[in-house]
């Protein structure tokens, strides 16, 4: 799926695909040949190249549903910044990196002001390749929040034949359904899309852009 600029040309199309892509300048040069394998143990080198296929099979098939768990600073948000990155470039591809503190602080936002839906909220939903960070720090402040994840992660779910969904979290998915409905709904849609587990801090070795 493709969201094109009406008035701009191809070059003018990325450009335009950039400026709402969600990360900084610098996160937006990351690239698959950013994704090094530092001087680790056997094991976690080979999580990484496990990592990097699964990263270049979401390119290539761009759907589904892909969570990347595991310590911090082991590469989770840079793989999910480098799909963003090969996807907008090489095919020209709406997509969205959302820490999951921006996605929480808008929802407060629309609570606050008693407002069901915004333009960002919708994107959110829509954009054909989204990437959330730190998905499952979710406290909420009101039912009407929790709701509104479980939307975020149905909607995202059930367009996984169209759409990719990337998701991030330092916590194990596969652990026991944690209490409350929304949680509990995201641990269990993790489960159905892939698992990709990263271990150890790699920051120092790779130029900290973990």
Not at 66 to 78: A, E, M, N, Q, Y
Not at 92 to 116: E, K
Request: aromatic letters at 8%; glycine letters at 8%.
């Amino acid at each position: 799926m493709l969201m094109r600029c009406p008035t701009c040309g191809t070059e003018g199309q990325r450009a335009w695909i950039r400026r709402r892509c969600g990360l900084e300048p610098a996160e937006q040069g990351r690239k698959l040949h950013d994704w090094r394998t530092p001087a680790m143990g056997a094991a976690q080198q080979q999580q990484r190249v496990v990592a990097r296929r699964a990263m270049e099979a979401a390119i290539e098939r761009h759907t589904g549903l892909t969570t990347f768990w595991g310590d911090f600073g082991s590469g989770k948000t840079l793989a999910m910044q480098i799909v963003v990155n090969e996807l907008r470039e090489l095919r020209t591809m709406d997509g969205y990196y959302a820490p999951f503190a921006a996605v929480l602080n808008h929802l407060r936002l629309l609570y606050n002001q008693r407002t069901g839906s915004s333009e960002f909220w919708q994107r959110l939903l829509d954009v054909p390749v989204l990437a959330v960070d730190e998905v499952t720090r979710f406290r909420a402040d009101s039912e009407w929040q929790q709701e509104q994840l479980f939307v975020l992660v149905d909607t995202r779910y059930r367009r996984r034949h169209s759409h990719l969904t990337l998701f991030a979290t330092n916590d194990d998915p596969r652990q026991a359904l944690p209490p409350g409905e929304a949680l509990g709904y995201l641990y269990s849609r993790m489960r159905e899309g892939e698992l990709i587990h990263l271990e150890g801090d790699v920051r120092q070795a790779v130029g900290g852009r973990q």
